[in-house]
Antibody
Framework: QLVQSGAEVKKPGASVTVSCKAS????????INWVRQAPGQGLEWMGW????????NYAQKFLDRVTMTTDTSTATAFMELRSLRSDDTAVYYC????????WGQGTRVTVSP | QSVLTQPPSASGAPGQSVTISCSGS????????VNWYQQLPGTAPKLLIS???QRASGVPGRFSGSKSGTSASLAISGLHSEDEADYFC????????????FGTGTKVTVL
């Protein structure tokens, strides 16, 4: 099970950090993906981080604005997105592993002046 | 930004069958296995099919997946009202700009 932090409202230019706490499995056995969905839109993959060795792959679109981390002591993954814009308004999901077999409930991030 | 193309909508009466297509390229579907995800209204997506044709745990047998070349398909045989949802395909992509890509999504309506 993946449980995410609550909704956020941010101003343009600010940063947001979303957390994703894992339970029910060995955290370091799977990586964590981050996927977002803008209102009424499809799914967009942002990146992936191994919870075992720290390897990271970011989508090129987010390379300069996103940082993904994990805390193995608390089995929690984090995604920080900086320099927020209005088009970053979306629901952000953490998703387990290369099979995308377990999804968090989503965190709504609203970017508004 | 989706590189996998799906029809925007599909529909059928209860008990009928629908098939959703997902068209990609040699760098994604042509090389990697395809997953399908179901997103019920107001909820997070959930894994439906992995590895082209393997139903996830608890998924009814009326859902089936297949792949041929650079395209994949999801079939729902014997529609139930609870199948009304958005469906997305997804797969890894061997390009350098993005590693995982999703389809544009298909809204299935049960008439």
């Amino acid at each position: 099970q993946l449980v995410q932090s609550g909704a956020e409202v941010k101003k343009p230019g600010a940063s947001v950090t979303v957390s994703c706490k894992a339970s029910g499995y060995t955290f370091t056995s799977f990586g964590i993906n981050w996927v977002r969905q803008a209102p009424g839109q499809g799914l967009e993959w942002m990146g992936w981080m191994s919870a075992n060795n720290g390897n990271i792959n970011y989508a090129q679109k987010f390379l300069d604005r996103v940082t993904m981390t994990t805390d193995t002591s608390t089995a929690t993954a984090f995604m920080e997105l900086r320099s927020l814009r209005s088009d970053d308004t979306a629901v952000y999901y953490c998703v387990r592993g290369s099979s995308f077999d377990s999804w968090g409930q989503g965190t709504r991030v609203t970017v508004s002046p | 930004q989706s590189v996998l193309t799906q029809p925007p909508s599909a529909s059928g009466a209860p008990g009928q069958s629908v098939t959703i297509s997902c068209s990609g390229s040699s760098s994604n579907i042509g090389t990697n296995t395809v997953n399908w995800y179901q997103q019920l209204p107001g909820t997070a997506p959930k894994l439906l099919i992995s590895g082209n044709d393997q139903r996830a745990s608890g998924v009814p047998g009326r859902f089936s997946g297949s792949k041929s070349g650079t395209s994949a398909s999801l079939a729902i045989s014997g529609l139930h009202s609870e199948d009304e949802a958005d469906y997305f395909c997804g797969t890894w992509d061997d390009s350098l700009s993005v590693f995982y890509v999703f389809g544009t999504g298909t809204k299935v309506t049960v008439l």
